[in-house]
């Protein structure tokens, strides 16, 4: 008998792993792409990119997110092209409450430097060679007059001259592009109804532009890292009520602090989330978009009421959510006495005054690592995202608190931990205390995430 001819698709050489962790990865990304189409996201980005090099591998980006059909409007910043501008006309800058003073020799050289960039990124768009990521790519272009603006005016006895301010977006003009398949561009200058041209900041011109179109996501692309606390630990997600509790600290860089306030306006004007990322990562936009943690700093809406920590007034609720899951085994039990104790670690959900979810966070300093337990949703709630939106508060509870890692102990929702980050660990990796407590007749799985 001849032995059976052997499957040119079952060797273990390094080809088939690589073949199977292309594959793994691609169908990784499916998720998002699903997510992401036809969704609008405003990507803006200084002239401190374009003078790092960083132009064409983001433009790169840009196009595949185009073709993966997400709207894509871009708006550039142009402030180091601007001071070179007025450095070879040796006209000094002159500044006064963070903002430039635009005298006609500085709108020149906005104007100029404006064009100048605009160029730069057609060129960019144009690029087709074979073997590049540009190849076969077809990017149309549409710039225009899509922003109105208005005088700063005089304040405090200084007159701004032709420093401006976002009056209105033409969003009608600029959805109808999009929808048309172009991608926008948008430049930090406005003109006023009396047909004068102003010197706007790209931070202005990106919130609005998000806020006018209802854009999905807005992300700045910077030479920050993204925001920064005090302990120089970058912050991954905030809240809308982090932020402004981060921007009365005082505590951030300049430039940070700058990029924090108009992502929050546009989170305050109705955009689901805003990016702060660094350019110095190449490909930081694809990280950000397409992986679970992102790469910089995510600001998100959220209704303050509805994720907060608990109080002795929703032991009751608690009860109530976590009862029938410990009556079938999912959740070891925890009596109203223990509750009582624990309230502090827990964290709830609630929607007009009803709580939809909880879950505590048990620290163990010592050794930098945190236990989340008890996550839990109502059967009515789930599916919508309340669970991660747990998660990930936990996560930043742990992460504020110094904690480095955090476990769950589960017997049944393995997959669901899997998906978000967390890979399987052993006994030996939980902190002593806890070590001593592991339930043998459970057999929960331990799952671990590195934060
Ligand atoms: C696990 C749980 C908290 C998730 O809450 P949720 O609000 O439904 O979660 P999200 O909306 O963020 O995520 C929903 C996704 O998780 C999946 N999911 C839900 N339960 C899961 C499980 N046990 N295993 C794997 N995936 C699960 C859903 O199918 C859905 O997938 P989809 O987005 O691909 O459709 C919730 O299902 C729950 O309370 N389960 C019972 C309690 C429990 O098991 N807690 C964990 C204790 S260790």
């Given amino acids: 008998m001849n032995a059976p001819t052997p499957s040119p698709y079952d060797s273990d050489s390094d080809e088939s792993a690589s073949h199977a962790q292309f594959v793994d990865w691609l169908r990784s990304v499916a998720p998002y792409i699903h997510a992401f189409h036809n969704k609008t996201f405003v990507v803006a980005f200084g002239g401190e990119l374009v003078k790092a090099g960083a132009l064409d591998a983001l433009i790169q980006d840009i196009a595949l997110l185009h073709a993966m059909g997400m709207h894509i409007v871009m708006v550039h910043g142009s402030r180091p092209q601007v001071e070179e501008q007025l450095m070879l006309r040796n006209v000094e800058s002159h500044f006064s409450q963070e903002m430039r003073i635009t005298d006609p020799a500085a709108l020149e050289c906005a104007k100029e430097a404006a064009g100048e960039l605009r160029l730069d990124i057609e060129a960019a768009a144009s690029q087709g060679l074979p073997n590049t990521p540009m190849a076969h790519a077809r990017i ?144 930081g936009i694809l990280l950000e978009l397409f992986s679970h943690d992102g790469v910089g700093t995510m600001v998100s809406y959220e209704n303050l009421e509805s994720l907060r920590e608990a109080t002795i007034d929703d032991v009751g609720g608690i009860l109530q959510l976590i009862e029938p899951l410990e009556a079938d085994g999912t959740l070891v039990k925890r009596g109203r006495n223990q509750l009582e104790r624990d309230i502090d670690h827990f964290s709830v959900i609630e929607h007009d005054g009803l709580l939809f979810g909880c879950a505590a966070l048990y620290p163990y300093p010592k050794e930098r690592i945190g236990e989340m337990a008890c996550l839990t949703v109502s059967p009515d709630a789930q599916g919508t995202g309340d669970g991660e939106r747990l998660l990930k508060h936990i996560e930043q509870r742990a992460r504020a608190r110094g904690l480095e890692r955090l476990f769950v102990l589960t017997t049944r929702t393995e997959h669901w931990f899997l998906k978000r980050g967390f890979v399987k660990a052993g006994l030996d990796d939980l902190p002593d205390d806890r070590r001593r407590l592991y339930n043998w007749q459970r057999r929960s799985l331990i799952l671990m995430k590195k934060l």
């Fill in 140 to 283: 149309s272009v549409v710039s225009g007059n899509f922003v109105t603006a208005r005088p700063v005016g005089i304040l405090d006895g200084v007159d701004f001259q032709h420093t401006g301010i976002v009056r209105k977006i033409d969003a009608e003009s600029i959805r109808m592009s999009l929808s048309n398949g172009k991608i926008v561009l948008l430049s930090p200058l406005g003109f006023s109804p009396t047909g004068h041209a102003f010197n706007l900041t790209m931070e202005d011109v990106a919130s609005s532009a998000a806020i006018a179109l209802k854009a999905d996501k807005l992300i700045f692309i910077t030479e920050t890292p993204g925001v920064v606390n005090e302990y120089n630990e970058l912050q991954r997600e905030m809240t809308l009520e982090d932020a402004q509790r981060m921007q009365s600290q005082n505590t951030l860089s300049a430039d940070a602090a700058f990029y924090l306030r108009y992502a929050t306006r546009a989170c305050r004007g109705g955009v689901a989330r805003a990016h702060i990322i660094p350019f110095a990562l190449d490909g």
